[in-house]
T-cell receptor
Framework: DAGVTQSPTHLIKTRGQHVTLRCSPI?????VSWYQQVLGQGPQFIFQ???????GRGNFPDRFSARQFPNYSSELNVNALLLGDSALYLC??????????????FGNGTRLTVT | GENVEQHPSTLSVQEGDSAVIKCTYS??????FPWYKQELGKGPQLIID?????GEKKDQRIAVTLNKTAKHFSLHITETQPEDSAVYFC???????????FGSGTRLQVQP
């Protein structure tokens, strides 16, 4: 069975631009979460979606937004990119809502470099 | 929110030895504690998790122990192999945000 798939795998953008990252969850999983991982640190929570509704939000500015589609895939959008947005962006899926402590399964991420 | 501390930050062992990684958490209501292994260029892979109704869980060479009174949990890897070399993360739920809070990671190197 396919795991969580993310696209693109790598991306280079210039300051001020916007970016859209995509994620397809494991088949049957209804929840998608987004995390940012800066080099040398643990993942930091950005958003959680369940049944196409935002259920949780981390401490990230409004430049970050996301949505979940009827097929449970998801997009993460970042506007007005800053150098500090350079990181590995991870998508994770789970069968149930995060409040049920359903195990999270991560994709291999999108490596975003902002120059 | 939840605060998770993890140590050591790096750990080097000889092949065949055991490795132990420890984490503490702050929210006494937390009831689920997963461990992830991250290899270079890949996303974190769930390797084992434990819920608060048990004190220990084993899966072949990997075990996790939980002490809810002291609010700490540990990952134990026995008979380490070179392929165990990776960065390991512990995590605990931030129930207010429906998210996991991760530790800062432990880089494990198994010397052949």
């Amino acid at each position: 069975d396919a795991g969580v798939t993310q696209s693109p795998t790598h991306l280079i953008k210039t300051r001020g631009q916007h970016v859209t990252l995509r994620c397809s969850p494991i088949s049957g999983h209804k929840s998608v979460s987004w995390y940012q991982q800066v080099l040398g640190q643990g993942p930091q929570f950005i958003f959680q979606y369940y049944e196409k509704e935002e259920r949780g939000r981390g401490n990230f500015p409004d430049r970050f937004s996301a949505r979940q589609f009827p097929n449970y895939s998801s997009e993460l959008n970042v506007n007005a990119l800053l150098l500090g947005d350079s990181a590995l962006y991870l998508c994770a899926s789970s069968f149930n809502d995060a409040r049920d402590n359903s195990p999270l399964h991560f994709g291999n991420g999108t490596r975003l470099t902002v120059t | 929110g939840e605060n998770v501390e993890q140590h050591p930050s790096t750990l080097s062992v000889q092949e065949g030895d055991s490795a132990v990684i420890k984490c503490t958490y702050s929210d006494s209501a937390s009831n689920y504690f997963p461990w992830y292994k991250q290899e270079l260029g890949k996303g974190p892979q769930l390797i084992i998790d434990i819920r608060s109704n048990v004190g220990e869980k084993k899966d072949q060479r990997i075990a996790v122990t939980l002490n809810k009174t002291a609010k700490h949990f540990s990952l134990h890897i026995t008979e380490t192999q070179p392929e165990d070399s990776a960065v390991y993360f512990c995590a605990a739920p931030d129930t207010g945000r429906r998210a996991l809070t991760f530790g800062s990671g432990t880089r494990l190197q198994v010397q052949p």
